[in-house]
């Protein structure tokens, strides 16, 4: 397989372990094993104290997988698969899916693993755009126009990454009946659902929505607990299950054994860490909300649905990367660029579900105030 470089992963790479300050990340502050244990109750407490380290369930814990299905209106346990991460989940996924003369629509920007393993696969991929100009909204005659014969999957990614989009719920039963007239899978990358600011406005699942709907879950965003490398799918079609655990032994084979324990802890407590996570995400979105009333000259702002991130715009007659290198020098602040995505325009990435995002964004602010000068 030939595959092109991740483009986020080797941005990162460059600056991870050199800067204090990181208003680009999606994830949500990540807790601490001692304020993640203080949350178990006394059965995960037992499978933590009395853990073996040893090699796991190929499939993932059998509790762990019930704990998984309970997320959904109708998945059985054994319709979940665990995964080192939601990017082994993404890689397995679309590599035994799809194949050479396959053609995959994918919602765009995206996570690059969504398309470029399509890519890597053999299939043809079209990139349906989102745009900032109609709110990052799902266009839905675009999609239909999109729709090949060839056509095997549907790509989306509801919360949206990077820009924090979120369909209505008339907008998503046209999204299903539009694969189901293709006949299509239709791939769910729902890594930020559960962090909606309005709780009316979650979507149900791809895997309760459609009969092949297939939902993607991790860890990693609204949990807070990246570093477990927990991920899951959630699907109804028991062959295509099948592929996908061939496959996984070629890959991770199984999972980590603390990973599962604590990602069932996680989930088990998950109103608690859902509760925290909604929280630090409200505080810090008030801010943002301030700063880009404040600088609305200098930036365009979509006001996130859902989610830790968003996509503003850098309107100044200044490339975004050479704008994210002179405050990475001046201020030690890391914001990440809408090229990662290879989305053309001045766009980019900033996260807010971090506790330091008040000193991250005072930085930001003094960067700009130095710009004026």
């Given at each position: 397989m030939r595959i092109s470089p991740f483009l986020i992963g080797r941005y990162f790479a460059r600056w991870e372990q050199n800067l204090p300050y990181f208003l680009s990340t999606a994830d949500v502050e990540n807790y601490c094993l001692n304020e993640l244990l203080a949350l178990a109750d006394e059965e995960c407490l037992a499978l933590w104290q009395h853990l073996s380290l040893g090699y796991t369930t190929t499939t993932g814990h059998p509790v762990l997988r019930t704990e998984i299905a309970s997320l959904y209106q109708n998945v059985e346990p054994d319709e979940v698969l665990t995964f080192a991460g939601g990017e082994e989940a993404i890689f397995v996924l679309l590599s035994v899916l799809l194949a050479a003369g396959d053609h995959a629509v994918v919602v765009w920007p995206a996570y690059q693993s969504l398309y470029e393993v399509a890519r890597a696969a053999g299939a043809h991929v079209t990139l349906l755009p989102l745009h900032a100009e109609a709110g990052w909204s799902l266009?839905?005659?675009a999609l239909r126009k999109a729709i090949r014969p060839a056509t095997k999957v549907i790509v989306v990614n509801f919360p949206h990454t990077p820009t924090g989009a979120l369909p209505d719920h008339e907008t998503f039963a046209a999204l299903c009946e539009i694969a189901r007239e293709a006949g299509a899978y239709l791939f769910s990358d729902e890594s930020f659902r559960f962090l909606e600011f309005d709780p009316e406005g979650r979507l149900?699942?791809?895997v309760d929505g459609y009969e092949r709907g297939i939902s993607l879950g991790a860890m990693s965003k609204a949990f807070g607990l990246a570093g477990l490398r927990v991920g899951w799918l959630a699907l109804h079609d028991r062959d295509l299950l099948g592929r996908l655990l061939m496959l996984k032994d070629y890959t991770s084979v199984s999972n980590s054994a603390p990973g599962e324990i604590l990602a069932l802890i996680g989930l088990r407590a998950r109103e608690a860490v859902l509760a925290r996570s909604l929280r630090l995400i409200r505080r810090n979105l008030e801010l943002l909300d301030r700063f880009f009333a404040t600088w609305s000259t200098e930036f365009t702002w979509v006001r996130p649905r859902a989610?830790?991130?968003g996509f503003p715009r850098l309107c100044r007659d200044l490339e975004i990367e050479q704008f994210i290198s002179a405050l990475v020098e001046q201020q030690g602040v890391l914001?990440?660029?809408?090229?990662v995505?290879?989305?053309?325009g001045n766009y980019f990435r900033i996260g807010f579900g971090r506790a330091d995002l008040p000193e991250s964004l005072a930085r930001l602010e003094q960067f700009m105030a130095t710009l004026q000068q």
């Open positions: 266009d839905l005659q149900p699942a791809a989610g830790s991130i914001l990440l660029p809408g090229s995505y290879e989305y053309p």
